[in-house]
């Protein structure tokens, strides 16, 4: 008895014809997609940089930039007899741009020997502010103001600003009168005559 073995004809599987228009449309899909994406970017950064630079450059130097009024040389005081009995020096003031400074306990150590004031207190007030800007002393007499004088930090800000010198101390004092920390007199002479004494 003879048996007859079937030889069964494997055929190749064909891929189906959808399968390439797949690709092909996926393909165009990312294209386009792509495409359109770099085509935003190209027309934003003509509208940052052409269109729109000048208010981009305004608001860039806005955030970089402040203006502060700086004061004015105030008038001299003479006695009867021609003696000065009250002038201006110039005196340090020291602010900080708490964003970029990076040696604020060694400012701060330094401002403590300069006022005699803890370098607590000026650390409090560069870490509790987030402004770029912060006053931390004013008028600072030029023989305690050399070491703060010499530093070159960046973000440390020094302003050389007048202050009032009364060259006989204490004697007349009240008749002299004071000037606040904006150099305006605020009690005696220095207010009386404030007007013409305050420098333009």
């Given at each position: 008895?003879?048996?007859?073995?079937?030889?069964?004809?494997?055929?190749?599987?064909?891929?189906?014809?959808?399968?390439?228009?797949?690709?092909?449309?996926?393909?165009?899909?990312?294209?386009?997609?792509?495409?359109?994406?770099?085509?935003?970017?190209?027309?934003?950064?003509?509208?940052?940089?052409?269109?729109?630079?000048?208010?981009?450059?305004?608001?860039?130097?806005?955030?970089?930039?402040?203006?502060?009024?700086?004061?004015?040389?105030?008038?001299?005081?003479?006695?009867?007899?021609?003696?000065?009995?009250?002038?201006?020096?110039?005196?340090?003031?020291?602010?900080?741009?708490?964003?970029?400074?990076?040696?604020?306990?060694?400012?701060?150590?330094?401002?403590?020997?300069?006022?005699?004031v803890s370098y607590?207190?000026?650390?409090?007030?560069?870490?509790s502010t987030k402004?770029?800007?912060?006053?931390?002393?004013?008028?600072?007499?030029?023989?305690?103001?050399?070491?703060?004088?010499?530093?070159?930090?960046?973000?440390?800000?020094k302003f050389k600003?007048?202050?009032?010198?009364?060259?006989?101390?204490?004697?007349?004092?009240?008749?002299?009168?004071?000037?606040?920390?904006?150099?305006?007199?605020?009690?005696?002479?220095?207010?009386?005559?404030?007007?013409?004494?305050?420098?333009?």
């Open positions: 008895m003879e048996i007859e073995e079937e030889n069964e004809i494997l055929e190749p599987i064909e891929e189906p014809a959808e399968q390439p228009k797949r690709n092909l449309v996926k393909f165009w899909i990312l294209f386009v997609a792509v495409t359109i994406g770099f085509v935003i970017i190209i027309i934003r950064l003509f509208i940052v940089q052409v269109y729109d630079a000048k208010r981009f450059a305004a608001r860039a130097e806005h955030q970089h930039m402040s203006k502060i009024d700086l004061m004015a040389e105030r008038g001299k005081i003479y006695d009867r007899n021609g003696k000065l009995i009250a002038s201006t020096i110039n005196s340090l003031s020291v602010a900080v741009d708490p964003t970029i400074l990076k040696e604020k306990l060694q400012v701060c150590k330094a401002l403590e020997e300069a006022t005699g607590k207190n000026f650390l409090r007030k560069i870490n402004s770029a800007f912060v006053w931390l002393a004013r008028g600072i007499m030029p023989d305690k103001a050399r070491v703060i004088d010499t530093m070159t930090f960046r973000g440390l800000i600003e007048p202050k009032r010198n009364f060259l006989y101390g204490n004697v007349g004092s009240q008749v002299i009168g004071i000037t606040n920390v904006e150099n305006e007199g605020i009690s005696g002479l220095e207010m009386k005559y404030n007007s013409i004494l305050t420098g333009k």
